[in-house]
């Protein structure tokens, strides 16, 4: 069929309108996309300028050497993140999370979806290094830069983010209590967490969940400190539910049914928190009374760097003690509060800030995991 001169002339306007519709469209998008560059750039400028200013908006980026991998929990389910998009949001109680693979050899790329059950051996939350200061119930933290060493007014320097003579820029926390067994430890939800044998072989198995660049080890007493801390501030949830779970499952909440997604016992009440510091077994820590070995099974105790040594509550690390947990916080909640003596010299967490004292063999306790930087 042959168009007229009036035919063709409104053929081309619309193939004329469709290019300018078409043009308009990209056009759009591409100053939808400047804009978003430019309103994120102009977010980080200004969170960078209140981090210079001492302000507490801007927390030091997660630790991530070869063999952890970043996470987030996106349409129900954990993707390997973007590092370079928002993927933690400390102010929004979204704190950054991280995963040891299985198979350290599986290939991954960025939104890759991971089978907590089948590819991961070991979970772990970014706590980044902060100052605090304790006014009555509430809890006031700063994040500050790794060489930072002089606090601000009425604040201290937490002294979690120090480790065998270096200024951390944080520290990675067990996300739950340990699971698995002696041969194959693991970190991992909705899994019975492991009974302690004692206080040594407990420490000496907590270095098998390692990887290059990072210092594995038994949790110190002032590094659960510096995780109730944070949890107690802005930046969490000051009443996190309690894992009532009778079997001793890990993330678990009022009962077995309620599990970690539902982050009942988290400490920011969302996934992204760390799980079981309230409720679930008691925690033996490396914290003791004037090294007293007690039934622990040590021969000899560690290097200084894996354990707070107390000659009393307030006293510890040839010092006086702070960030741990115990006496600043005697005011703040109840719960169980014992501390430690020559014969049961062993540091129990049950709650944020309540504490028991063993004498270093198992009751039915457990234990959790730090990484530093080696």
């Known amino acids: 069929m042959k168009l007229n001169n009036k035919g063709f002339a409104i053929s081309s306007i619309m193939y004329i309108v469709m290019i300018m519709c078409v043009v308009l469209i990209l056009l759009t998008l591409s100053i939808l996309s400047s804009r978003k560059i430019i309103l994120d750039k102009q977010k980080n400028n200004v969170l960078d300028a209140l981090y210079k200013n001492g302000e507490n908006l801007k927390p030091n980026e997660p630790l991530l050497l070869d063999g952890l991998i970043p996470v987030l929990y996106d349409d129900n389910t954990w993707k390997v993140a973007d590092i370079n998009d928002y993927w933690y949001d400390y102010s929004n109680k979204k704190w950054a999370n991280a ?113 290059d660049g990072y210092n594995s080890h038994m949790a110190k007493n002032i590094e659960w400190g510096a995780v109730s801390y944070l949890a107690y501030s802005n930046y969490g949830i000051k009443n996190i539910g309690t894992n009532s779970c009778g079997e001793y499952k890990t993330g678990m909440g009022s009962n077995c049914e ?71 916080t005697n005011n703040i909640n109840t719960g169980s509060k014992t501390f430690i003596d020559q014969t049961n010299s062993w540091i129990i967490r049950d709650s944020l800030f309540g504490y028991l004292s063993g004498n270093g063999t198992s009751n039915n306790e457990t234990f959790r995991i730090v990484l530093t930087k080696s």
């Open 258 to 328: 309620d599990t970690y997604e539902n982050g009942t016992s988290s400490t920011t009440g969302n996934i992204t928190g760390v799980y079981d510091m309230n409720g679930g077994r008691g925690e033996y820590v490396m914290g003791v009374f004037n090294k007293s070995i007690s039934s622990s099974e040590f021969e000899n105790l560690p290097s200084d760097d894996y354990f707070d040594n107390y000659t009393s509550i307030t006293n510890c690390n040839n010092g006086t003690c702070y960030g741990d947990a115990l006496s600043e």
């Open 99 to 211: 995963v040891i693979l299985k198979d350290a050899t599986k290939k991954i790329d960025v939104g890759m979806s991971l089978d907590i059950s089948n590819d991961v051996k070991a979970m772990f939350v970014w706590i980044p290094k902060y100052e605090y200061k304790i006014s009555g119930d509430n809890i006031s933290i700063n994040f500050i830069d790794a060489s930072k060493t002089k606090p601000s007014n009425e604040y201290k320097i937490h002294p979690a983010f120090v480790f065998g003579g270096k200024n951390l820029t944080g520290i990675w926390v067990g996300k739950f209590e340990t699971t698995g067994n002696i041969d194959n430890l693991t970190i991992l939800p909705n899994e019975t967490s492991k009974i302690l044998e004692n206080v040594n072989s407990s420490f000496a198995i907590s270095n098998t969940i390692n990887i």
